[in-house]
């Protein structure tokens, strides 16, 4: 079975900084599907950003990206310029080709001003 | 308009009631899941759905039973509530095979049991 690791329970970034949450994952699957998604308090799965693991180029979305390394089995999200509102849980998803998305625990991340 | 909407967004109850959270979506996937957050907030697949049939049955107590009227709905009924269903449930969806690679989520809804 796939599984999806999030080292870090939580993080913190200063206002205006860069901060970089890591996600692994686990699997013998060769076409499969990474994501990123957003939780803020009110509850709400966000999609930030995800990957096809068939593409080699890291995906993008403005403030938001991503460090894919197929090899090692790691993508992680680095989010620069932190604003206030990107405070919230984030969580790292797996999903292959046909089958249901996975994810991991989550990282709570906090910004201070 | 909402993509995936489910209700009652609350939900509070007494142990041992029945309760059912009701999920529609007006994206024209074929595929709806349903997913439990606990309160350490771990997000657990609990049913898969497509097209109508259960395709995904997770180790989940039979007391949850989902039902699929059309691929557009999936319903969710609880029997005997216990307090250890006090959990966020997501409903949400997503177009089979590798054209429909996201998921996307209901916002949820709270049911707390006491």
């Known amino acids: 079975a796939q599984t999806v690791t999030q080292s870090q329970p939580e993080m913190s970034v200063q206002e205006a900084e860069t901060v970089t949450l890591s996600c692994t994952y686990d699997t013998s699957e060769s076409d499969y599907y990474l994501f990123w998604y957003k939780q803020p308090p009110s509850r709400q799965m966000i999609l930030v950003i995800r990957q096809e693991a068939y593409k080699q180029q890291n995906a993008t979305e403005n403030r938001f990206s991503v460090n894919f390394q197929k090899a090692a089995k790691s993508f992680s999200l680095k989010i620069s310029d932190s604003q206030l509102g990107d405070a919230a849980m984030y969580f790292c998803?797996?999903?292959?080709?046909?089958?249901?998305?996975?994810f991991g625990a989550g990282t709570r991340l906090t910004v201070k001003p | 308009d909402t993509a995936v909407s489910q209700t009652p967004k609350y939900l509070v109850t007494q142990m041992g009631n029945d309760k059912s959270i009701k999920c529609e979506q007006n994206l024209g996937h074929d595929t709806m899941y349903w997913y439990k957050q606990d309160s350490k907030k771990f997000l657990k697949i609990m049913f898969s759905y497509n097209n109508k049939e259960l395709i995904i049955n997770e180790t989940v107590p039979n007391r949850f039973s989902p039902k699929s009227p059309d691929k557009a709905h999936l319903n969710l009924h609880i029997n005997s509530l216990e307090l250890g269903d006090s959990a966020v449930y997501f409903c949400a969806s997503s177009q089979a095979g590798r054209s429909g690679n996201t998921i996307y989520f209901g916002e949820g809804s709270w049911l707390t049991v006491v």
């Open positions: 998803a797996y999903r292959s080709a046909w089958n249901d998305m996975r």
